[in-house]
């Protein structure tokens, strides 16, 4: 299995990208070996990702890098880089690999100190590997000074240096930007084909593929922790029975505080896991030694990653509601589907019978209004409203219809 074979349902891309891959071994050997370059090449020094929530924007970006790295025997002789096995591809793909450096969103922005080493290792040549990687998870997050130290190294590159962009849409990002980048956009995987990966990679049971893959309408990421995660599956089943639970003002009060709750739980569950990870790299990095104590001036770097790790768990609480807001907009879509007479590509098929009844109980307008409450309730959290002040509103507005 090659770093291709796991971008579901991104067939043109793939291609697009392992045709730059080829093209950027043949200018790495050129230039190793001295000789003059190929006269016509695909690849390019910035490239931007866009594409729907799910799409598998980053994953694309971390497979190309991969390939980028591949140091892989048959590529050599001519085969596609990115083997997947090889050291290059395999610490590419983990995220360990000294020559491909990460930047995502940790609170609402990525600010300008979080980009100025990344900007500054960019001028760099590689380390160990084949190109200098700067893949950005959240190019849509930069602000205005951020952005304006991703412009100067996206116009200036060092020769052996390539940016990855990832961002939801090309209006996203900043346009003196993109116009220095090729586009490439992806599009949200079938959930067929979004089973099938889940069955063949994850070895997940075909009836639980299914599920999952059509409860999260193609999203990867999502279908994937929602196959694999029977927590996920409880919280989403939770999340289902909201809609049935906001009859009166208790029922919304009470409903909005456990969907807070849950996503806060959620939250520290997966902060706790790359918390611990983080801590313990970095303090064997600064020698720590047994029993975990630290050398001198270093409490410095160690209060900067738990400075860091706070602003996350922020917004990862933030990011587990909105998948729950995700799950109960599809949920009222459904129901408009119903009310509207169709049966086709239900999302929460598993739900069938809370979908009726609200379908009887109400009518279409109704619906769409709840939807643009949920909406709403996205809005504000946006706005760094206070989670559950804006989740109270929302579970109040699905209440009055």
Same mark, same amino acid.
């Given at each position: 299995m090659t770093?291709?074979?796991? /971008?579901v349902?991104?067939?043109?891309?793939?291609?697009?990208l392992?045709?730059?891959?080829?093209?950027?071994d043949?200018?790495?050997?050129?230039?190793t070996?001295? +000789?003059?370059p190929?006269?016509?090449?695909?690849?390019?020094?910035a490239?931007l990702?866009?594409?729907?929530?799910?799409?598998?924007?980053i994953?694309?970006?971390?497979?190309f890098?991969a390939?980028l790295?591949?140091?892989?025997?048959?590529r !050599? /002789?001519?085969?596609?880089?990115?083997c997947?096995?090889?050291?290059?591809?395999? +610490?590419?793909?983990?995220?360990t690999?000294?020559d491909?450096?990460?930047?995502?969103?940790?609170?609402?922005?990525?600010?300008?100190?979080?980009m100025?080493?990344?900007?500054?290792?960019s001028?760099?040549s590689?380390?160990?590997?084949?190109?200098?990687?700067?893949l950005?998870?959240d190019?849509?997050?930069?602000?205005?000074?951020?952005?304006?130290?991703?412009?100067k190294?996206?116009e200036?590159?060092?020769?052996?240096?390539?940016?990855?962009?990832?961002?939801?849409s090309?209006?996203?990002?900043?346009?003196?930007?993109?116009?220095?980048?090729?586009h490439?956009? /992806?599009?949200?995987?079938?959930?067929d084909?979004v089973?099938?990966?889940l069955?063949?990679?994850?070895?997940?049971?075909?009836?639980?593929a299914?599920?999952?893959?059509?409860?999260?309408q193609?999203?990867?990421?999502?279908?994937?922790r929602l196959?694999?995660?029977?927590?996920?599956?409880?919280?989403r089943?939770?999340?289902?029975?909201l809609?049935?639970?906001?009859?009166d003002?208790g029922?919304?009060?009470?409903?909005?505080?456990e969907?807070?709750?849950?996503a806060?739980?959620?939250?520290?569950?997966?902060?706790?896991?790359?918390?611990?990870?983080?801590?313990?790299?970095?303090?064997?990095?600064m020698?720590?030694?047994q029993g975990?104590?630290?050398?001198?001036g270093t409490?410095?770097?160690?209060?900067?990653?738990e400075?860091?790790?706070?602003?996350?768990?922020?917004?990862?609480q933030?990011?587990?509601?909105?998948?729950a /807001?995700?799950?109960?907009?599809?949920f009222?879509?459904?129901?408009?589907?119903?009310?509207l007479g169709s049966?086709?590509?239900?999302?929460?098929v598993?739900?069938e019978? !809370?979908?009726?009844?609200l379908a009887? !109980?109400?009518?279409p307008?109704?619906?769409?209004r709840?939807?643009?409450?949920?909406?709403a309730?996205?809005?504000?959290?946006?706005?760094?409203?206070t989670?559950?002040l804006?989740v109270e509103?929302?579970?109040?507005?699905?209440?009055?219809?």
């Open positions: 770093v291709w074979d796991d /971008l349902g991104q067939e043109k891309v793939s291609d697009q392992a045709a730059a891959a080829r093209d950027a043949a200018l790495v050997t050129a230039t070996a001295g +000789t003059a190929p006269e016509a090449s695909s690849m390019t020094h490239w990702f866009t594409g729907p929530p799910g799409a598998g924007r994953q694309t970006a971390r497979a890098a390939a790295q591949c140091v892989s025997p048959d !050599a /002789l001519g085969g596609i880089p990115g997947g096995f090889c050291d290059g591809c395999h +610490t590419a793909l983990v995220g690999h000294a491909v450096s990460t930047v995502a969103a940790v609170g609402a922005e990525i600010l300008v100190k979080d100025r080493d990344t900007v500054r290792k001028y760099t590689p380390a160990t590997g084949r190109w200098q990687i700067i950005v998870e190019a849509e997050r930069l602000n205005e000074k951020s952005a304006n130290a991703v412009l190294a996206v200036e590159p060092a020769p052996r240096t390539v940016w990855l962009l990832c961002a939801p090309i209006e996203d990002v900043l346009p003196t930007i993109r116009s220095r980048c090729r490439l956009n /992806l599009r949200t995987p079938s959930v084909a089973a099938d990966m069955v063949r990679r994850e070895g997940v049971e075909p009836a639980v299914a599920s999952a893959a059509r409860a999260t193609g999203h990867v990421d999502r279908a994937r196959a694999t995660d029977p927590a996920a599956r409880e919280r089943a939770a999340v289902l029975k809609p049935l639970r906001v009859e003002v029922g919304c009060l009470k409903a909005a505080q969907l807070v709750d849950a806060a739980e959620d939250a520290k569950q997966l902060a706790e896991e790359r918390d611990t990870k983080e801590t313990d790299e970095l303090k064997a990095a020698g720590a030694v975990g104590r630290m050398p001198r409490a410095g770097v160690m209060k900067d990653l400075d860091m790790q706070k602003r996350r768990r922020t917004r990862t933030r990011d587990s509601l909105d998948v /807001l995700t799950d109960l907009t599809a009222y879509r459904d129901v408009l589907a119903l009310q049966r086709i590509a239900l999302a929460n598993d739900a019978d !809370a979908l009726e009844r009887r !109980a109400s009518t307008e109704s619906t769409l709840r939807i643009e409450a949920i909406a309730c996205a809005e504000a959290l946006d706005r760094n409203v989670p559950l804006a509103a929302m579970t109040m507005a699905l209440r009055a219809g």
